[in-house]
């Protein structure tokens, strides 16, 4: 008997009846399954009743959406629910195609209008839950299509507005409504003709409406001081705008009267026991308790109040421990801390600030600088070996790059006491800060180290800490070290020392620095009076010379030559400039001619394009094609020294070399 829906609605009402929700869903659609479509109008109604009855909003959602694809003009039945449970979102977006729909007839006999009502009405008092409509376009949309309820609709924008916490929103839509009254005011009495009690009834409104736009400030003020009669900031902001005039500061809200200090103890002592969300709100309470008591210069009760603060309660817990109350991790909060050991530094005695200072280290919650600071005090009354301990306490805290700041303080202080009295501990903690040092952050530590060596130690060992740190350096600061290592070991050894540092900073160096490099020793080997080393400098350098790039260095190497050489040292420089010219040329013409036979080989225009290359005794020479452009290897080189004759003519049987 599955199509018969009596014996469906008596199952159904049975099981309801039993509270058995799951099944009763069920089988209220199996039954809707089972039977014809044109049945289902008597099993709607009783499942409709059931899903009510139950708090399940999601699922009587759901049952209600099904319901309407076969009865869309229940919607109305379907946005009550929704406004009953609270889903006010949906009610909105319903009742918004509710209006929009113009075949939509209300079986509650509503007109489109009282709907449109409804949804400005939910809008404006809900405007915190309904955020997928955009209310005040809508209301303000009203206000041209009904235009005889501008009166009534201008103040549910203002209430929207009110709700959201739009203030001068409110105030803008307070203004547009006195608009729109002088506006219905003057058509009036242009359609009618002016009368006396019109024009004076025009004046009056034109008045109130200046006065509204003058006193717009104070309104805005006045509504938010009403909200917070607390709030300083508002209270300055009177103060302005009735200056010269303290009495009507007062007004309506009398004065500000200050909380006195016992009353303010009290406020601030039953603060420290709610049940605060953060551990920082907390601290915020009993930082300002202690402020509290030193703008009343009460000194000794501001650090009783820090004391309490930082007291181990009785249960401790870790401090992003959410399941325990902020009470038991304050102890860890490091705000309060801070603050008690800056009152201890100018209040209390060194003992109890040292106290403050090791119970931050034992409860492993310092930072760099209260470290430094810790053991800057120590260091103020004399005990260097407990502030160097404190930074090796510190230390052990940290990790790179956090303990960078602590290690260079510590390494400084401890030079700076001992010298070399204590060399061989000094070196070991040189050692320590470097391993695992990052590279980025080794290059200060290595020039301390070196100095270190230049100053108490060896000079030997402090070249071998310079070697060291340009292979620990990032190659961004391997420049820089070098020049300080080139720079240290000319004054330490001499120029003629710096020759192997030299070599291996062009090796390691890119071709930008380690150009600039080769210039410095080649201008060194020719102050040495080492022309031939200068030269030969010059020739390892110009294979990372493009001349096209590069023509300062080829005018260096040409006045070196114009100085030192002669003629045969001048054409062997040119010689070099138009291979080491010809080498680019073809690197360049070798890609191109590549990507040409990826695009066009089918054309064959990837053919006779470039120079020609061909070999000689001195190296590659780049030559046009017959018919084609000289190249620019044998075009004029504005640089070259004009020799007379071919440059590659042999001297003749005089001796001569055909010279100019």
Not at 237 to 261: E, F, I, M, T, Y
Not at 279 to 293: I, M, T
Not at 416 to 445: M, N, S, V, W
Request: hydrophobic share 35%; net charge positive; glycine share 8%.
């Amino acid at each position: 008997m599955h199509k018969m829906p009596r014996i469906w609605l008596d199952y159904c009402q049975f099981l309801a009846e039993q509270g058995r929700i799951t099944r009763t869903r069920r089988t209220f659609d199996r039954a809707l399954r089972a039977l014809p479509i044109t049945q289902h109008r008597r099993l709607w109604p009783p499942y409709l009743s059931f899903v009510r009855r139950h708090p399940l909003p999601e699922t009587a959602v759901r049952v209600f959406r099904r319901f309407l694809k076969l009865c869309p003009e229940e919607a109305e039945q379907y946005v009550s629910y929704l406004r009953s449970v609270g889903r006010l979102d949906e009610a909105a977006q319903v009742l918004a195609r509710l209006v929009n729909d113009e075949r939509f007839v209300s079986r509650q006999g509503k007109s489109n209008y009282q709907l449109w009502q409804e949804l400005c009405e939910l809008l404006s008092q809900h405007p915190d839950r309904v955020r997928s409509l955009d209310a005040g376009g809508i209301i303000r949309g009203g206000l041209t299509r009904f235009t005889d309820q501008r009166g009534r609709l201008w103040g549910a924008l203002a209430d929207c507005y009110v709700r959201c916490g739009h203030l001068e929103k409110v105030f803008d839509s307070y203004a547009r409504f006195e608009e729109s009254v002088i506006a219905a005011l003057l058509d009036t009495q242009a359609q009618l003709g002016r009368g006396q009690d019109g024009e004076v009834e025009l004046e009056l409104r034109l008045a109130r409406f200046e006065r509204l736009m003058a006193r717009r400030p104070l309104l805005l003020n006045s509504v938010l001081l009403r909200q917070n009669p607390h709030n300083v900031h508002e209270w300055h902001k009177r103060v302005a705008l009735h200056q010269g005039q303290p009495d009507k500061v007062r007004g309506h809200w009398g004065h500000v009267p200050n909380v006195p200090c016992p009353q303010a103890r009290s406020i601030l002592s039953r603060a420290t026991r709610v049940q605060f969300r953060r551990v920082e709100d907390l601290a915020a309470v009993w930082c300002e308790f202690g402020e509290l008591e030193l703008r009343h210069q009460n000194h000794q009760e501001a650090l009783r109040v820090l004391r309490k603060a930082t007291a181990l309660p009785a249960k401790r817990a870790e401090y992003f421990d959410s399941s325990e109350p902020v009470q038991n991790r304050l102890y860890k909060s490091l705000k309060v801390w801070s603050m008690l050991a800056d009152l201890e530094e100018s209040l209390g005695t060194f003992q109890s600030t040292r106290a403050v200072y090791e119970r931050i280290l034992d409860l492993r919650i310092a930072t760099p600088q209260i470290v430094i600071n810790y053991a800057l005090l120590l260091e103020e009354h004399g005990r260097f070996e407990d502030s160097f301990k404190a930074y090796e306490r510190g230390i052990a805290l940290f990790r790179w790059p956090h303990v960078g700041d602590l290690w260079l303080t510590y390494l400084s202080k401890f030079v700076a006491r001992y010298g070399g009295r204590k060399l061989e501990r000094a070196r070991d903690l040189f050692e320590q800060a470097l391993d695992g040092c990052p590279p980025q952050h080794a290059k200060t530590i290595y020039l301390l180290y070196a100095r270190l060596e230049e100053q108490f130690g060896l000079a030997r060992r402090a070249m071998a800490v310079y070697e060291r740190g340009t292979r620990a350096v990032p190659p961004a600061q391997q420049s820089d070290m070098f020049h300080i290592y080139i720079r240290r070991a000319a004054e330490l050894f001499g120029v003629t020392h710096t020759r192997p540092i030299y070599q291996r900073a062009i090796e390691v160096l890119g071709d930008d620095a380690a150009r600039e490099l080769c210039l410095r020793f080649a201008d060194m080997e020719c102050k040495l009076g080492e022309v031939d080393r200068a030269r030969a400098i010059y020739t390892y350098c110009s294979q990372i010379c493009d001349p096209r790039i590069t023509g300062s260095f080829w005018q260096t190497w040409k006045e070196f030559e114009i100085r030192h050489g002669n003629e045969d040292t001048i054409r062997e420089m040119l010689r070099i400039k138009r291979s080491v010219q010809a080498t680019y040329n073809t690197q360049v013409n070798f890609m191109a001619s590549q990507m040409l036979k990826v695009s066009g080989s089918a054309t064959g225009t990837g053919e006779g394009m470039g120079a020609q290359v061909r070999g000689t005794g001195e190296g590659y020479r780049a030559e046009a094609p017959p018919g084609a452009e000289p190249s620019l290897s044998q075009q004029g080189n504005p640089e070259e020294i004009d020799l007379g004759e071919d440059e590659g003519d042999e001297p003749d049987g005089n001796g001569d070399t055909g010279a100019g």
